[in-house]
């Protein structure tokens, strides 16, 4: 999701500182999926059997790309055949035809047919979900998470955030009405196994609060072997609260997130399905969806993945099917009235649909939100890899719905806009991009949101400022007007530098100090850390070090470790000395020029003469930095004498002070640490340089005034934030 903070701080005033080998897993289709297939394909001309187990191998391994084509072509005709539906003309794959499925291992497959009802905002569904136990151990309890239950108001979310905040709910505000939603499992059966919705308990597995109803489990009645499948049929019932928190309505406007019973995560060996918290996202296993969403006809739809088939039903409704593939969540969006746009974008994997589902008073920004999408598209096929699925679409939520803004599901996002934004303010564009780039840190490397949310928001955040200075321009990619710029860098340094010496980027979602906290290190330090990264291993390898981790962990659950592993391989050296201090502590980086001074060499001389002269006078410069804060970074000096000659030195910055003196035939005019502004994490940057007090460098002295104008609105923003 975007951090609100952002947004905050770029509508006010602000200033930047002047300083200024694919490794798939198997491709074999098992059993469980031809038995699906076969299923649904026995009404047409083409059968499947289940019963061997050779032929998957020798068949797919040797026509795999053709045979899989072909089943999915086949399938659509022949679902639509059956159904009576209109064909679609469009794509109606949910990869693009460069693409070898199944991307991932496939864990999960759901069925889901749902209907809402837009008077009352809910809505009725059964879901059939085919789970495959792959955790390699036999398996008879098996947790979902009920995420609509988060708005009650006893429970862990609403506790949590009106204690601390987020994005949606203020400190201590009071409980609304229309916050309410809940997601009720009716009843539950598994396939052979008959009836469980006795079976059915609560679980708290973070906190104690026994009024939290966001995590189920259900306890079979015989185990599952490892590799075997089940298959739940389950019948649950949605009511929506008023937009809040990546889900919810807005007058007829729904945002349909985290919708339905999302079964847990087996990860590092147990069950991973954490209670939704106020700060928290998300973790799920890859599968397949197939959804049919029946609603009032004139209600314009958009989904993840891409839309098969629609039916017009006699009592007014429509009945739209939409298929996704090799993804981790499954979102959808109905109002009526909004206005559709669609373009496609090339990319090296293949022509790409846009789909933009538009406010017609937001109707200015499609354009703009259509440029970023194909322009940060473009950059991250150039730089991380290719994004496979055929479709992206993108959801301009309606005047009030912001909370349903800037929110990321897989090849579906949200934007965020108003009826006017000028030009100069880059809102639409980096939100676009922002959440199209979770589609590769989070949508495609599916970490744990809940407990390493910098492995997806930071990296995501660093991405951002790499990918808006390339499209937007550095300095001014967040605002470019001719009174104040603004850029992504200079944004996070705001949120991050107030919060800086709480939370290690590896505190789990929910344990940080406050909402505050949680953004400004999650999201910000994240990017900081990496741009300061380039500083020691140079852009070209942190960009190199992000490609490998894409294409290594894509449609896995990676780790931090396997990140940081990553970033030490390819920059060949253990930086564990960084990532100790940077992600897994919160040491404060800050040095400082201590003192700097130039007197006459000769000061003691009685007989020296009494007039200067420039270039046969000799001085003695002196300049002591100091290292003010506990993190240890080796920093280069520069400084400058009267004569035009320029020095660097590089000190490792171990010691907390180091004593620079120089004897020349000229004066020191200025010193400055990090001369190159690379050192994103420097706390206060205001400290970093001098100046001597010279009437021939007046034009040296305003920047410097300037600089210590703009430093210290960039630190009133911090402290205000
Ligand atoms: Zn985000």
Redesign the pocket.
């Known amino acids: ?3 609100s903070y952002v947004i905050d701080f770029t509508v006010g005033w602000s200033f930047g500182e002047p300083q200024a080998s694919e490794v798939r897993q198997s491709g074999r289709m098992n059993r469980e999926n031809l038995a699906r297939l076969a299923g649904a394909c026995c009404g047409g001309k083409f059968v499947v059997s289940s019963a061997g187990g050779a032929y998957d191998a020798q068949i797919l391994d040797l026509n795999r790309r053709f045979w899989m084509e072909f089943v999915r072509e086949y399938m659509v005709f022949a679902q639509l055949c059956l159904a009576g539906a209109v064909p679609l003309l469009a794509q109606t794959s949910p990869l693009l035809p460069s693409q070898k499925a199944p991307l991932s291992n496939r864990v999960v497959a759901y069925q889901i047919e749902a209907k809402y009802n837009p008077k009352n905002h809910s809505l009725d569904a059964q879901e059939t979900l085919t789970w495959t136990n792959y955790t390699g151990l036999p398996q008879d309890r098996l947790p979902f998470h009920l995420y609509l239950n988060a708005f009650q108001p006893k429970s862990t979310f609403t506790r949590e955030g009106y204690e601390a905040g987020n994005r949606d709910v203020q400190i201590g505000a009071k409980w609304e009405g229309k916050r309410f939603g809940e997601d009720v499992i009716k009843s539950l059966e598994v396939v052979g196994m008959g009836d469980l919705t006795d079976q059915l308990r609560f679980i708290h597995p973070d906190d104690n609060n026994a009024d939290d109803k966001t995590v189920v489990e259900v306890q079979l009645p015989r185990r599952v072997a490892p590799n075997q499948s089940i298959t739940f049929k389950i019948a649950f019932h949605d009511q929506f609260p008023e937009v809040v928190e990546r889900t919810g309505y807005k007058r007829d406007f729904l945002l349909a997130g985290q919708w339905f019973p999302k079964i847990g995560v087996w990860w590092k060996n147990s069950w991973n399905c954490h209670q939704f918290h106020a700060t928290t996202e998300f973790f799920a296993d890859f599968g397949t969806y197939d959804v049919k969403v029946t609603l009032p006809s004139n209600f314009n739809v958009g989904a993840t993945g891409v839309q098969t088939a629609e039916t017009a039903n006699s009592d007014g409704t429509k009945t739209l099917v939409f298929k996704a593939e090799d993804v981790h969540d499954f979102a959808w969006t109905a109002a009526p009235g909004t206005k559709i746009v669609e373009d496609t974008v090339q990319i090296s994997s293949g022509t790409v649909k846009l789909r933009l589902l538009m406010q017609p008073g937001h109707m200015s920004s499609a354009p703009r939100y259509m440029d970023a999408l194909k322009g940060t598209m473009k950059k991250f096929d150039d730089w991380i890899g290719p994004y496979p699925y055929s479709q992206v679409t993108v959801v301009d939520p309606p005047h009030g719905g912001l909370a349903a803004g ?1 929110m ?1 599901y897989p090849t579906f996002i949200t934007a965020a806009t108003t009826w006017w934004v000028f030009d100069g303010l880059k809102i639409p564009e980096s939100v676009v991009e ?2 199209f780039g ?1 589609q590769y840190w989070y949508g495609m490397v599916g970490t744990n949101e809940f407990e390493e949310a910098w492995l ?2 930071g990296i ?2 660093y991405t951002e400022c790499k990918v808006m200075d390339a499209l937007y321009g550095r300095d001014v990619n967040v605002l470019n007007t001719p009174v104040a710029t603004a850029d992504e860098r200079g944004i996070d340094r705001i949120s991050y530098i107030g919060v800086a010496e709480y939370d290690p980027l590896t505190r789990w979602g929910w344990q940080f100090l406050t909402f505050r906290s949680y953004g400004g290190i999650t ?1 910000s330090k994240t990017a900081l850390v990496l741009l300061t990264l380039e500083h020691i291993i140079g852009e070209a390898k942190v960009r190199e070090a992000q490609h490998i981790y894409f294409e290594r962990y894509r449609y896995k659950h990676p780790t931090g470790d396997d990140f940081l592993n990553t970033v030490n391989e390819v920059a060949g050296q253990n930086l564990g000395w960084y990532w100790n201090q940077s992600v897994r502590g919160t040491q404060v980086l800050d040095y400082r020029i201590l003192s700097a001074e130039t007197h006459r060499a000769d000061w003691a001389d009685k007989n020296a003469p009494k007039k200067e002269k420039k270039g046969k006078t000799e001085y003695v410069s002196s300049v002591v930095v100091h290292r003010k804060g506990d993190f240890v970074l080796p920093v280069t000096l520069e400084v400058k004498f009267d004569n035009g000659e320029v020095l660097r030195d590089h000190w490792d910055g171990q010691d907390r002070w180091h004593r620079y003196t120089w004897q020349k035939k000229a004066k020191l005019v200025s010193a400055e640490i990090d001369p190159e502004h690379s050192i994103l994490l420097d706390r206060d940057r205001f400290n970093n340089s001098w100046l001597a007090d010279s009437k021939s460098h007046t034009s040296g002295k305003i920047a410097g005034y300037w600089m210590l104008i703009t430093q210290w609105f960039a630190q009133l923003l911090a402290w205000l934030a």
């Open positions: 999701m975007a951090a800037g990321e922002h959440e979770h997806d928001e995501n955040q999201y």
